[in-house]
């Protein structure tokens, strides 16, 4: 499907069939309309190669450090299917934080949705929440996940009628979906429920559909992922020897037997690791170490793409990213998406750090709810004034318990 690039509104509430024009400057459409007009910046020459940092999180994979065959061009046809939205809306960085350039840090809005054929298309939560962080020395990456179940004051949202109200956080993506809002809706509400949480306003979005993520996987081969603890699947059974979802294996008539992922290093396919990193029920922290696990797997993805030539190879990159594009949709902001991938061509696999909140453990509030801790909301704060470095390096506790 053809890219559609839109300019961020000032609120939630403004218009949504508004689009930026054809001419999109090479960053300054990044803060849409914002107060005192957003900056254009003086054209650069696309250089004749590009180093490839993919975005897409839970495919949002930060791979460089390879040359690409081509130039920007290449890589701009190469994600031109990708789907692109305003999933922000007024959770969009403003122009005095940095949002009409890609200069100083960039933060990004992760959400992995489950959806399926069976269910309603507004009838979606968002189960994997993460904020990507990337300091203003675009040479490192940080992915925190905001526990699914946090109590939140979700916003009154206007394009989906709803009145505002207490919640799971993963709730603000359906009540935002409602009545016509869509995922797009859903994202734009689910952004501003943690821009008001954490105070951190956003440069980016992506919304991974957990199915299409077998595709992504299928492609580069299969993904090595360490088991810290053993977990039964709940959704997938073994069936004549093959590993089926349960509601499939059901028509069958087969005798079904379990599936268990047991501890240790392996390469799984992308039925496994999809139904691994979907795992909670079984493993000592639920959704805390399910955080963690797929926190893994997207540093698995990006580690495979630096694999075997993957990315000097520009059939195999058309290949990954159409692949990808099927499995997301994707806010920059109106910044065209080479230019972004461009501004991260510094960030590697390996310096992609994946941290806990809460300390890895359930954390109840004065509610009895789940909330966040102080720690964590100290590092929220930590990623919205660019200081998350030093805060890890002072709170090493929070760093994630994964290879």
């Not at 993506?173 to 956003?202: D, H, P, V, Y």
């Not at 957990?210 to 992504?216: E, R, W």
Request: charged letters at 20%.
């Amino acid at each position: 499907m053809p890219v559609q690039t839109s300019p961020r509104p000032t609120s939630l509430d403004s218009d949504p069939h508004h689009r930026a024009s054809a001419a999109i400057p090479t960053q300054g459409g990044r803060g849409g309309q914002r107060t005192g007009g957003a900056k254009k910046r003086t054209k650069r020459k696309d250089p004749l190669w590009a180093r490839l940092t993919v975005v897409f999180g839970a495919v949002l994979m930060m791979t460089s450090g390879v040359a690409i065959v081509g130039s920007k061009a290449l890589i701009s046809q190469a994600t031109g299917n990708i789907s692109q939205k305003n999933l922000l809306g007024g959770a969009g960085k403003s122009e005095a934080e940095g949002g009409a350039d890609l200069d100083g840090p960039i933060d990004m809005l992760l959400l992995g949705v489950d959806a399926r054929e069976r269910w309603a298309a507004d009838d979606v939560r968002a189960d994997s929440i993460i904020v990507l962080h990337i300091p203003s020395s675009h040479d490192q990456a940080y992915m925190i996940s905001i526990p699914r179940d946090t109590e939140a004051q979700i916003p009154a949202f206007e394009k989906s009628g709803f009145q505002g109200g207490t919640d799971k956080i993963n709730a603000a993506f359906q009540a935002g979906a409602r009545n016509g809002g869509g995922w797009e809706g859903g994202a734009q509400l689910m952004a501003q429920t943690i821009k008001n949480m954490t105070g951190i306003s956003f440069d980016g979005a992506a919304i991974i559909n957990f199915g299409g993520f077998k595709n992504v996987i299928d492609t580069l081969g299969s993904v090595r992922i360490c088991v810290k603890h053993e977990v039964k699947s709940i959704h997938t059974v073994m069936v004549d020897g093959k590993q089926m979802w349960k509601a499939d294996a059901k028509k069958t008539g087969r005798p079904m037997t379990p599936v268990v992922y047991k501890k240790g290093c392996r390469q799984m396919t992308g039925l496994e690791a999809l139904d691994y990193s979907r795992q909670r029920y079984g493993l000592p922290n639920s959704d805390y170490d399910r955080q963690q696990n797929q926190q893994q797997l997207i540093k698995a993805m990006a580690k495979k793409a630096t694999d075997k030539g993957m990315l000097t190879n520009p059939i195999k990159v058309n290949q990954l990213i159409r692949a990808a594009g099927k499995a997301f949709v994707l806010d920059t902001g109106g910044v065209p998406v080479a230019d972004l991938v461009f501004t991260l061509r510094g960030i590697s696999a390996n310096e992609l750090t994946m941290l806990r909140t809460n300390g890895g453990t359930y954390y109840g509030n004065a509610n009895n709810r789940e909330g966040l801790s102080e720690q964590t909301l100290e590092m929220f704060k930590a990623v919205k004034n660019d200081k998350l470095g030093e805060f890890v390096y002072a709170n090493p506790s929070v760093l994630s318990t994964r290879k």
